[in-house]
T-cell receptor, first 114, second 108 residues
Framework: DGGITQSPKYLFRKEGQNVTLSCEQNLNHDAMYWYRQDPGQGLRLIYYSQIVNDFQKGDIAEGYSVSREKKESFPLTVTSAQKNPTAFYLC?????????????FGPGTRLTVL | AQRVTQPEKLLSVFKGAPVELKCNYSYSGSPELFWYVQYSRQRLQLLLRHISRESIKGFTADLNKGETSFHLKKPFAQEEDSAMYYCAGETSGSRLTFGEGTQLTVNP
């Protein structure tokens, strides 16, 4: 494995704190994505970015924020406004921003709010 | 709204039996559809996509526009096929909409 990495693997947060999840890729992919994976609900798109310095909200963006200052990096911040943040978070990337391409996934970060 | 549904959360078969994982979609136009798989302790990865009409690890999936389905099939299941399977459709740009997932267990 390689190419797309996420850190940390496990993350614990107290209620009311913001926390940032890291996602890095060395595949030279234009597009990057953040998903949330919950049992029985599949993967739900939080944010995605098709090009540096640009990103769009996905289906469940409330309580999250992102930045895309570099092609390789797409960090996700889970803010205190996110009402149910405990989940498994997956980052992905794809070659083309215009569609038709395979998405490559990272190993995930499991966030637990205490 | 464009949507992908997988009606079975859990599916259990015996080794050597045929297996079919169901996927239905509601899309306008001609959808781009995929099956992704997540084996235990491994990353989510692409299994196959409908435009390539390929067979991967013995699995095939046919797009049925009349029934708006994209079911994944394998004639003889193996224990190593046990995994979580997700059907996904491509919406605008490169966005994917995933189904709820089906956990397949192949018993010896």
């Amino acid at each position: 494995d390689g190419g797309i990495t996420q850190s940390p693997k496990y993350l614990f947060r107290k209620e009311g704190q913001n926390v940032t999840l890291s996602c890095e890729q060395n595949l030279n992919h234009d597009a990057m994505y953040w998903y949330r994976q919950d049992p029985g609900q599949g993967l739900r798109l939080i944010y995605y970015s098709q090009i540096v310095n640009d990103f769009q909200k996905g289906d469940i963006a409330e309580g999250y924020s992102v930045s895309r200052e570099k092609k390789e990096s797409f960090p996700l911040t889970v803010t205190s406004a996110q009402k149910n943040p405990t989940a498994f978070y997956l980052c992905a990337s794809s070659i083309a921003a215009s569609g038709g391409g395979e998405q490559f996934f990272g190993p995930g970060t499991r966030l637990t709010v205490l | 709204a464009q949507r992908v549904t997988q009606p079975e959360k859990l599916l259990s078969v015996f080794k050597g039996a045929p297996v079919e994982l169901k996927c239905n979609y509601s899309y306008s136009g001609s959808p781009e559809l995929f099956w992704y798989v997540q084996y235990s302790r491994q990353r989510l990865q692409l299994l196959l996509r409908h435009i390539s009409r390929e067979s991967i690890k013995g699995f095939t999936a046919d797009l049925n526009k009349g029934e708006t389905s994209f079911h994944l099939k394998k004639p003889f299941a193996q224990e190593e096929d046990s995994a979580m399977y997700y059907c996904a459709g491509e919406t605008s740009g490169s966005r994917l909409t995933f189904g709820e997932g089906t956990q397949l267990t192949v018993n010896p």
